[in-house]
C-alpha cells in the first residue's frame, strides 16, 4: 500500500525535484503518493502518483477543503515555511490528519565557526536585522514552532538543515554565476585571497535523504545537517567547475576587497567557514552522498544547454 505524503511547496528547486525523482522512483523508493500543495507557478504535468493542489499555504480553510476526504497524511513535507505561524497554521488546520511532520530548515542557524558543525553546535541566539541572519531567524523559530507543535499532537518531527544546495533548478544565482559568465564570453572573477570554505550536499541526495526519513522511526525528533564531506573553497569549486564544463574559460584575479568596493556578486562567503557534518544522516540513515565532483558533472551539462556559448 502506498504511503500519502502531503508536500508543501514541490515545484521550486529542492522540491520541484523531489516531486519528480519520487514520481519516478528514483529517491530512494517506489511506494510513495504525493499530494503536492503550492500556487502552480510551476505545473506538475504528467507525473505518476502526483497530485497537485493550487493553493496558498496560508489560505488554510480551502487547502483542507480540497484534500480528500478522511486522508491522513503518514508525512508531511514542508519546503516552503518562511514566516513565524507558517507550521502552526498548518498544524492546526490538518489536527489529527498527519504522522510525521518533515521541515526543511538550514544549516546557517548555527553560530559561525571554523571547523565542520555538527547537529550540537550552538544555535545563534540574537539573529539581527541582515538580511541572512533575518532569513535563519525564522528558520530556527520555525523549528521550535514545529516542535511544539508536534508535541502537543503527539506525532514526531524531522527537521532537515541542508548546507549550500546545487544541482538542476537551482533558482540561487551560485553555479549558474559562473556558466552566466562563460556562455556570454566574460571572463570569471577569481578572489585570490578568500579564505572561505563551504560545505554543499547535491539537491538529488536532499531528495533522497527526505525519502528515507518519512515513516522511518530513526529519523523521529531528529534534526540531521544535509552535507557532503567534501570541503570546497573557491579554488577547488573552479577546478571541479573547468573540468566538469570540459574546456578551459577565461578568468582574472580579484582580492576580498576588490570584491567588495565593486560589487561583485560572488555566491559564496569570502572570509568565514560554511562547513557542516552530515554524519549523522550518514550513519543513522545509512546513506551515502554524492561526490561533489559526480553531482556537479550534471549540473554544469544541464547548465551548458541552458546558457550555450555565444
Do not use: W
Not at 198 to 213: G, K, P, Q, T
Amino acid at each position: 500500500m502506498r504511503k500519502q505524503i502531503l508536500v508543501i511547496g514541490g515545484t521550486y528547486f529542492a522540491g520541484r525535484v523531489f516531486s519528480i525523482l519520487t514520481s519516478r522512483g528514483d529517491s530512494g523508493r517506489d511506494d510513495l503518493e504525493l499530494h503536492v500543495v503550492n500556487r502552480g507557478r510551476f505545473p506538475l504535468n504528467n507525473l505518476q502518483h502526483v497530485t497537485q493542489y493550487v493553493c496558498d499555504r496560508h489560505e488554510s480553510e480551502k487547502l483542507v477543503s480540497m484534500l480528500p476526504d478522511g486522508l491522513v497524511f503518514d508525512a508531511v513535507v514542508d519546503f516552503c515555511a518562511y514566516e513565524p505561524g507558517d507550521i502552526r497554521t498548518l498544524t492546526d488546520a490538518l489536527a489529527g490528519r498527519f504522522r510525521q511532520y518533515i521541515y526543511l530548515s538550514t544549516c546557517t542557524v548555527y553560530v559561525p565557526a571554523s571547523g565542520c558543525l555538527s547537529e550540537t553546535a550552538p544555535v545563534i541566539e540574537n539573529f539581527g536585522s541582515s538580511p541572512e541572519f533575518e532569513y535563519a531567524g525564522k528558520k530556527y523559530a520555525l523549528e521550535q514552532e514545529l516542535i511544539a507543535a508536534c508535541r502537543n499532537a503527539g506525532v514526531p518531527y524531522t527537521i532537515l538543515r541542508p548546507a549550500f544546495i546545487y544541482g538542476p533548478f537551482n533558482y540561487a544565482p551560485r553555479e549558474s554565476f559562473y556558466a552566466k559568465h562563460i556562455a556570454a564570453g566574460q571572463p570569471v572573477p577569481v578572489p585570490t585571497d578568500a579564505s572561505g570554505r563551504f560545505s554543499f550536499v547535491y539537491v538529488y541526495d536532499v531528495s533522497a535523504i527526505i525519502n528515507r526519513c518519512v515513516a522511518n522511526e530513526k529519523a523521529f525528533d531528529c534534526v540531521f545537517n544535509l552535507a557532503a564531506p567534501e570541503i570546497v573553497d573557491y579554488t577547488s569549486f573552479l577546478d571541479t567547475f573547468r573540468q566538469c564544463y570540459g574546456s578551459d574559460f577565461p578568468t582574472y584575479p580579484v582580492t576580498v576587497r576588490q570584491v567588495i568596493e565593486q560589487n561583485i556578486p560572488l555566491p559564496f562567503p569570502l572570509d568565514e567557514d560554511q562547513l557542516y557534518s552530515g554524519k549523522r544522516a550518514e550513519e543513522l540513515l545509512d546513506f551515502a552522498y554524492t561526490p561533489f565532483a559526480t553531482g556537479m558533472k550534471k549540473t554544469v551539462e544541464l547548465l551548458k544547454d541552458l546558457y550555450p556559448k555565444k
